[in-house]
């Protein structure tokens, strides 16, 4: 059994749409989906807002490339288009594998740099790491440490402190 950690973004079209699309795209797997945050860019401040969950998803098939490529099919269906020119630029859709978790439960540590495992910055990002805290109030992020002491460092804690929730736009699978 894979089990994923699966940060979901949009700031372009309709963003809410975009990620309730990603939720219902990963069908079965979806866990758990956290509340919505709207959250100031990262890495590139010339861009809208965007809107930030966090899926807790389970595959019994999935190996840490088959969850890659689910994220790449659903932002392809969101009519993501890469800029090489704008690494963190505006995107109709993002969806990045933050941590997978193997058949013995335990974290699967990979360095490609096609994907690497646990997700190379996400212990600097607190659109990722607050909405993880929703469902996993003891997460750890394998090689980084607890979750809420990363929230705790000063640059991340005023990051989550911009965070706005959104519980007006709720995600859920569809059954």
């Known amino acids: ?56 998803a389970i595959d019994p098939a999935a190996d840490p490339r088959s969850w890659l ?29 933050i941590a997978v978790w193997g058949d013995d439960d335990q974290p699967v540590l990979r360095d490609d740099p096609e994907l690497t495992l646990p997700h190379p910055r996400a212990h600097e990002r607190a659109f990722v790491l607050k909405p993880w805290l929703d469902l996993q109030p003891y997460a750890q992020l394998p090689g980084h440490g607890w ?10 804690a005023a990051d989550a402190n911009a965070m706005t929730p959104r519980p007006d736009l709720p995600l859920e699978s569809e059954e």
């Not at 890469?82 to 969806?95: A, E, K, N, T």
């Open 1 to 56: 059994m894979s089990r994923a950690v699966l940060s979901v973004g949009s700031n372009l079209g309709d963003r809410y749409a975009h990620l309730k699309a990603a939720v219902e795209g990963l069908g079965d797997s979806v866990v758990l989906v956290s509340g919505v945050y709207e959250t100031p860019p990262w890495g590139d401040a010339e861009q809208p807002p965007y809107l930030n969950a966090v899926v807790l």
């Open 69 to 97: 490529d689910r994220c790449r099919a659903l932002e392809t269906a969101a009519g993501r288009v890469r800029d090489p020119q704008r690494r963190f630029g505006p995107r109709s859709l993002d969806v990045d594998v």
């Open 147 to 156: 979750v809420t002491d990363l929230l705790n460092t000063p640059g991340l």
